[in-house]
Protein backbone atom coordinates (compact mmCIF):
# COMPACT_ATOMS: atom_id res chain seq x y z
CA UNK A 1 0.00 0.00 0.00
CA UNK A 2 1.03 3.39 -0.63
CA UNK A 3 3.17 5.49 2.38
CA UNK A 4 2.00 8.66 2.79
CA UNK A 5 4.17 11.44 4.84
CA UNK A 6 2.37 14.09 6.23
CA UNK A 7 3.71 16.99 7.52
CA UNK A 8 4.11 19.44 9.84
CA UNK A 9 2.83 16.57 12.31
CA UNK A 10 2.05 19.31 14.79
CA UNK A 11 1.90 23.33 15.27
CA UNK A 12 0.88 25.78 18.01
CA UNK A 13 -0.24 28.96 16.05
CA UNK A 14 -2.10 32.23 16.72
CA UNK A 15 -5.60 33.27 15.88
CA UNK A 16 -6.03 34.43 12.33
CA UNK A 17 -3.26 33.00 10.62
CA UNK A 18 -3.10 30.56 8.42
CA UNK A 19 -1.10 26.76 8.30
CA UNK A 20 0.22 24.99 5.15
CA UNK A 21 -0.61 21.24 5.50
CA UNK A 22 1.57 18.86 2.68
CA UNK A 23 0.82 15.53 2.26
CA UNK A 24 3.37 13.19 -0.04
CA UNK A 25 2.93 9.80 -1.31
CA UNK A 26 5.79 7.65 -2.51
CA UNK A 27 3.36 6.51 -5.78
CA UNK A 28 0.75 7.69 -7.97
CA UNK A 29 -2.57 8.08 -6.76
CA UNK A 30 -5.66 9.70 -8.60
CA UNK A 31 -7.45 11.04 -5.85
CA UNK A 32 -6.40 12.65 -2.56
CA UNK A 33 -9.03 12.87 0.40
CA UNK A 34 -8.26 15.47 3.67
CA UNK A 35 -10.15 14.75 6.70
CA UNK A 36 -10.65 16.49 10.18
CA UNK A 37 -10.94 14.92 13.65
CA UNK A 38 -11.92 16.93 16.34
CA UNK A 39 -10.80 16.19 19.78
CA UNK A 40 -12.64 12.64 20.84
CA UNK A 41 -14.59 12.30 17.58
CA UNK A 42 -14.43 10.56 14.38
CA UNK A 43 -13.14 11.62 10.74
CA UNK A 44 -14.93 13.80 8.90
CA UNK A 45 -14.12 14.46 5.32
CA UNK A 46 -13.05 18.33 4.39
CA UNK A 47 -12.49 17.66 0.54
CA UNK A 48 -11.56 15.17 -2.26
CA UNK A 49 -8.39 16.63 -4.89
CA UNK A 50 -8.15 15.07 -8.09
CA UNK A 51 -4.77 16.00 -10.02
CA UNK A 52 -5.64 18.85 -12.48
CA UNK A 53 -8.98 20.06 -11.13
CA UNK A 54 -10.25 22.23 -8.31
CA UNK A 55 -11.29 20.36 -5.40
CA UNK A 56 -14.56 19.12 -4.11
CA UNK A 57 -15.50 20.32 -0.42
CA UNK A 58 -18.00 18.43 1.26
CA UNK A 59 -21.28 20.41 3.09
CA UNK A 60 -19.45 23.01 5.41
CA UNK A 61 -16.36 22.99 4.10
CA UNK A 62 -15.70 25.62 1.80
CA UNK A 63 -12.76 26.67 -0.39
CA UNK A 64 -12.00 30.44 1.01
CA UNK A 65 -11.29 28.72 4.43
CA UNK A 66 -9.28 25.20 3.40
CA UNK A 67 -7.96 25.98 0.02
CA UNK A 68 -6.39 23.14 -1.36
CA UNK A 69 -3.31 22.03 -4.39
CA UNK A 70 -2.69 19.37 -6.04
CA UNK A 71 0.09 20.34 -8.12
CA UNK A 72 1.25 16.54 -9.69
CA UNK A 73 0.06 12.99 -9.04
CA UNK A 74 2.10 12.62 -5.41
CA UNK A 75 1.25 15.72 -3.58
CA UNK A 76 -1.36 17.64 -2.48
CA UNK A 77 -1.60 21.03 0.61
CA UNK A 78 -4.25 21.66 3.04
CA UNK A 79 -4.56 25.44 4.20
CA UNK A 80 -6.49 26.07 7.65
CA UNK A 81 -7.34 30.14 7.07
CA UNK A 82 -7.73 32.91 9.13
CA UNK A 83 -8.07 30.15 11.79
CA UNK A 84 -9.73 30.62 15.22
CA UNK A 85 -9.20 27.83 18.39
CA UNK A 86 -12.34 25.89 16.99
CA UNK A 87 -10.00 24.96 14.13
CA UNK A 88 -8.15 22.97 16.74
CA UNK A 89 -7.63 19.74 15.49
CA UNK A 90 -5.95 17.02 13.73
CA UNK A 91 -5.94 17.27 10.12
CA UNK A 92 -5.00 13.66 7.68
CA UNK A 93 -4.68 13.05 4.10
CA UNK A 94 -5.36 9.71 2.55
CA UNK A 95 -5.18 7.94 -0.86
CA UNK A 96 -7.67 5.49 -2.31
CA UNK A 97 -6.48 1.30 -1.88
CA UNK A 98 -8.07 0.74 -4.88
CA UNK A 99 -11.35 -0.36 -4.22
CA UNK A 100 -11.08 -0.82 -0.67
CA UNK A 101 -10.20 1.31 2.44
CA UNK A 102 -8.01 4.08 2.46
CA UNK A 103 -4.47 4.88 3.94
CA UNK A 104 -3.87 7.91 5.71
CA UNK A 105 -0.64 10.06 6.91
CA UNK A 106 -0.20 10.10 10.45
CA UNK A 107 -1.70 13.51 10.79
CA UNK A 108 -1.49 17.05 11.32
CA UNK A 109 -2.20 18.16 14.92
CA UNK A 110 -2.99 21.56 14.93
CA UNK A 111 -3.90 23.91 18.08
CA UNK A 112 -4.82 27.47 17.62
CA UNK A 113 -4.86 29.48 20.79
CA UNK B 1 -17.94 29.23 20.89
CA UNK B 2 -16.43 26.05 21.52
CA UNK B 3 -17.46 22.49 20.83
CA UNK B 4 -17.87 19.96 23.00
CA UNK B 5 -16.39 17.18 21.91
CA UNK B 6 -18.39 13.81 22.09
CA UNK B 7 -16.62 10.94 24.46
CA UNK B 8 -16.17 7.66 22.80
CA UNK B 9 -17.44 4.87 24.36
CA UNK B 10 -15.58 2.41 25.45
CA UNK B 11 -15.23 -1.40 25.91
CA UNK B 12 -13.12 -2.94 28.45
CA UNK B 13 -11.88 -6.48 27.69
CA UNK B 14 -9.52 -8.67 29.68
CA UNK B 15 -6.64 -9.96 27.75
CA UNK B 16 -7.24 -13.06 25.94
CA UNK B 17 -10.88 -12.78 25.97
CA UNK B 18 -13.09 -12.42 22.75
CA UNK B 19 -13.80 -8.39 21.41
CA UNK B 20 -16.81 -7.11 20.22
CA UNK B 21 -17.18 -3.85 18.87
CA UNK B 22 -20.45 -2.86 16.82
CA UNK B 23 -21.56 -0.03 14.52
CA UNK B 24 -24.81 0.98 13.00
CA UNK B 25 -24.45 2.52 9.19
CA UNK B 26 -26.82 4.24 7.25
CA UNK B 27 -26.03 4.89 3.44
CA UNK B 28 -27.56 1.59 1.61
CA UNK B 29 -25.76 2.72 -1.64
CA UNK B 30 -22.18 1.66 -0.09
CA UNK B 31 -20.35 -0.96 -1.42
CA UNK B 32 -17.70 -1.78 1.07
CA UNK B 33 -17.64 -1.13 4.67
CA UNK B 34 -14.29 -0.95 6.07
CA UNK B 35 -12.77 -1.24 9.71
CA UNK B 36 -10.19 0.46 10.54
CA UNK B 37 -7.77 0.74 13.75
CA UNK B 38 -6.23 4.25 15.65
CA UNK B 39 -3.96 4.25 17.83
CA UNK B 40 -2.88 7.45 19.94
CA UNK B 41 -0.89 10.06 18.02
CA UNK B 42 -0.96 7.88 14.92
CA UNK B 43 -3.65 7.95 11.69
CA UNK B 44 -6.39 5.26 11.36
CA UNK B 45 -5.16 1.98 10.00
CA UNK B 46 -6.92 -0.56 7.84
CA UNK B 47 -8.20 -3.74 9.68
CA UNK B 48 -10.52 -5.77 7.44
CA UNK B 49 -13.42 -4.60 5.06
CA UNK B 50 -16.14 -6.46 3.85
CA UNK B 51 -18.10 -6.09 0.15
CA UNK B 52 -21.67 -4.99 0.50
CA UNK B 53 -23.20 -8.49 -0.95
CA UNK B 54 -20.99 -10.30 1.73
CA UNK B 55 -22.33 -11.39 5.43
CA UNK B 56 -19.12 -12.47 7.01
CA UNK B 57 -15.40 -12.20 6.40
CA UNK B 58 -12.22 -13.22 8.29
CA UNK B 59 -8.64 -12.43 8.77
CA UNK B 60 -5.85 -12.61 10.89
CA UNK B 61 -7.98 -12.65 14.88
CA UNK B 62 -10.48 -10.64 13.25
CA UNK B 63 -13.48 -11.06 11.88
CA UNK B 64 -16.40 -8.59 10.23
CA UNK B 65 -20.23 -9.45 10.12
CA UNK B 66 -22.01 -7.02 7.55
CA UNK B 67 -26.38 -7.61 8.00
CA UNK B 68 -27.51 -5.32 5.66
CA UNK B 69 -31.37 -6.08 6.40
CA UNK B 70 -30.75 -3.80 10.26
CA UNK B 71 -27.85 -1.88 8.68
CA UNK B 72 -25.59 -3.15 11.14
CA UNK B 73 -21.58 -3.92 11.37
CA UNK B 74 -19.65 -5.92 13.59
CA UNK B 75 -15.73 -6.71 14.02
CA UNK B 76 -14.69 -9.48 16.34
CA UNK B 77 -11.75 -9.55 17.85
CA UNK B 78 -10.19 -12.67 19.10
CA UNK B 79 -8.25 -13.18 21.96
CA UNK B 80 -7.75 -9.93 22.88
CA UNK B 81 -3.45 -8.78 23.52
CA UNK B 82 -2.89 -5.32 24.67
CA UNK B 83 -2.05 -4.37 21.14
CA UNK B 84 -5.46 -4.26 20.37
CA UNK B 85 -6.05 -1.53 22.34
CA UNK B 86 -6.56 1.85 20.17
CA UNK B 87 -9.70 3.56 19.19
CA UNK B 88 -11.74 1.53 16.70
CA UNK B 89 -13.87 3.05 13.53
CA UNK B 90 -16.47 1.94 11.13
CA UNK B 91 -16.47 3.11 7.52
CA UNK B 92 -18.61 2.55 4.24
CA UNK B 93 -17.32 3.64 1.17
CA UNK B 94 -19.78 4.14 -1.53
CA UNK B 95 -18.40 4.08 -5.39
CA UNK B 96 -20.09 6.13 -8.46
CA UNK B 97 -19.42 6.39 -11.95
CA UNK B 98 -16.69 8.30 -12.99
CA UNK B 99 -14.51 7.35 -10.66
CA UNK B 100 -16.31 8.75 -7.91
CA UNK B 101 -15.77 7.88 -4.17
CA UNK B 102 -16.56 8.30 -0.70
CA UNK B 103 -15.47 7.17 2.56
CA UNK B 104 -17.82 8.36 5.25
CA UNK B 105 -16.53 7.15 8.97
CA UNK B 106 -19.38 6.49 11.97
CA UNK B 107 -18.30 7.14 15.47
CA UNK B 108 -15.54 5.01 17.29
CA UNK B 109 -15.30 3.15 19.74
CA UNK B 110 -12.48 3.24 22.40
CA UNK B 111 -11.19 -0.96 23.06
CA UNK B 112 -9.24 -0.79 26.40
CA UNK B 113 -7.55 -4.46 26.95
CA UNK B 114 -6.61 -4.93 30.85
CA UNK B 115 -4.12 -7.25 31.50
Known amino acids: SAVISQKPSRDICQRGTSLTIQCQVDSQVTMMFWYRQQPGQSLTLIATANQGSEATYESGFVIDKFPISRPNLTFSTLTVSNMSPEDSSIYLC??????????FGSGTRLTVV | GESVGLHLPTLSVQEGDNSIINCAYSNSASDYFIWYKQESGKGPQFIIDIRSNMDKRQGQRVTVLLNKTVKHLSLQIAATQPGDSAVYFC??????????????FGTGTKLQVIP
Open chain 2, 91 to 104: AEKESGSGGYQKVT
Open chain 1, 94 to 103: SVGAGARGYT
